[in-house]
């Protein structure tokens, strides 16, 4: 997968979300996306929301069109589904939990083999959870001193409600999947559903 070497902040001025839901404190007083005055078509505000979850999430192009295909074929709305898909990935739990400063960082460290499901080792940042999972962080990174550092600087970070977390046993269970609720910014599913339904 390509990574993305922008600057964070700037791309979320774009995307016109807070830098707080990618893990990096604001800097800036600039309202986000307020940059541009010009009229956005319905197809630019279209594509401005599928960016939007893709530059959240760490998604490619062709990753987000396969899990928007098996958010189409469950039960319910492909929006919402879509939604839960990617809040149900590894990597995003690793973030939400407080493990990781960013969705960038929870990716490299579950490639590296920090973190289990129901006690197996996985290394794969896309690997989706179900209910009833518990995840965990390698028992011999439970000393470290960057896992330490990363859970007192995510304190104040709140964690999902659908998922029931245990700081002294460095593990979370997922009490249930996520839905748009449950989102810490605001995103318009619909969009991009209307997008790729062209």
């Known amino acids: 997968m390509s990574v993305s070497r922008e600057p964070i902040q700037k791309r979320c001025r774009y995307l016109g979300i807070s830098p707080a839901v990618m893990g990096v404190g604001k800097t800036s007083n600039r309202n986000p996306g307020n940059g541009s005055r010009r009229k956005v078509s319905e197809y630019g505000m279209q594509l401005k929301e599928k960016q939007k979850l893709r530059f959240i999430y760490g998604v490619g192009e062709k990753q987000f069109r396969t899990l928007f295909n098996i958010a189409s074929k469950m039960d319910g709305k492909t929006g919402d589904n879509l939604i839960t ?107 991009i559903v209307e997008l790729y339904s062209k």
């Open 85 to 191: 898909l990617l809040e149900s990935r590894l990597d995003n739990i690793a973030y939400r939990l407080g493990y990781a400063l960013t969705r960038r960082e929870a990716r490299q460290l579950v490639t590296h083999g920090h973190f289990t499901v129901n006690g197996k080792k996985i290394d794969i940042p896309s690997y989706r959870v179900k209910v009833d999972d518990v995840v965990a962080l390698c028992e011999g990174d439970r000393s470290s001193e960057k896992f330490k550092s990363n859970l007192e600087q995510t304190a104040d970070r709140t964690t999902p409600v659908w998922l029931e977390s245990n700081r002294e046993a460095f593990s979370a269970k997922v009490a249930r999947l996520a839905t748009p609720e449950d989102l810490d910014y605001e995103v318009a599913a619909h969009l």
